[in-house]
């Protein structure tokens, strides 16, 4: 004899298996917080191991994003020198490539000693992370290679050290775990945004690099 379940009953055990279900979902969803670039974005969730980042962060970090309908597409912005792969993170953040350690400390508005020019100086710090005597040329950086972006989409090259000090010296030699302070001057006005310090030419091999392109990219709009 066939036994038959009351109707009710049947929707209690559905009911029950599905707050379940719910729970093991839940329960698998974390929140995860996001950065760009060292800024805080809208944060990313996690399910199941799975992270999950939302189109307002995707658009954020420089990156055209449509949606139609079920579909997304993402598109990258043109290129050019401040979009190059690069160490990124915020003014005042040392900022770590496997050789060097880089913090830039200050951007300040300050007429050019050349001309009288509008421009900028630059005030940062360099150290070196290897276990042996190093200069930049010699890791595949260079002076002229630094550079400032700025809001209108310009950017400037350095033209000088500033006098009397440190200065820019990249053929200067540095010990290991040493660091010295340097100061270089950028010409230009509006709104500085990003410091971008490429490399030179080919990275010096047999060197502990942490990443592909070791140039550094700086994010003058926030700071650490």
């Not at 945004?193 to 140039?215: E, F, H, I, M, Q």
């Amino acid at each position: 004899m066939t036994q038959r379940v009351p109707a009710t009953r049947s929707l209690t055990v559905l009911s029950l298996s599905a707050a379940a279900l719910l729970g093991v979902a839940v329960a698998a969803t974390t929140s995860v917080r996001f950065f760009i670039n060292g800024r805080a974005a809208a944060n990313a969730i996690s399910v199941n191991g799975t992270t999950y980042v939302p189109v307002s962060a995707l658009k954020a970090a420089g990156l055209n994003v449509t949606t139609t309908g079920g579909r997304v597409d993402l598109n990258l912005p043109a290129g050019g020198q401040n979009q190059v792969a690069a160490v990124s993170g915020c003014l005042g953040e040392t900022l770590f490539n496997g050789v060097w350690r880089f913090r830039v400390t200050d951007v300040r508005a300050v007429p050019s000693t050349y001309n009288n020019r509008p421009g900028f100086e630059i005030t940062a710090e360099l150290r070196n992370a290897t276990g042996q005597s190093l200069d930049l040329t010699g890791t595949g950086f260079g002076i002229t290679n630094v550079n400032l972006a700025f809001a209108d989409g310009t950017t400037s090259s350095v033209e000088s050290v500033a006098p009397n000090r440190d200065g820019w010296d990249h053929n200067r030699a540095v010990l290991p775990a040493a660091t010295y302070a340097v100061k270089a001057q950028v010409p230009g006005s509006g709104t500085p945004t990003k410091l971008v310090y490429l490399r030179a030419g080919n990275v010096k091999s047999g060197l502990p690099w942490t990443t592909p392109d070791p140039a550094f990219r700086v994010d003058l709009t926030c700071r650490k």
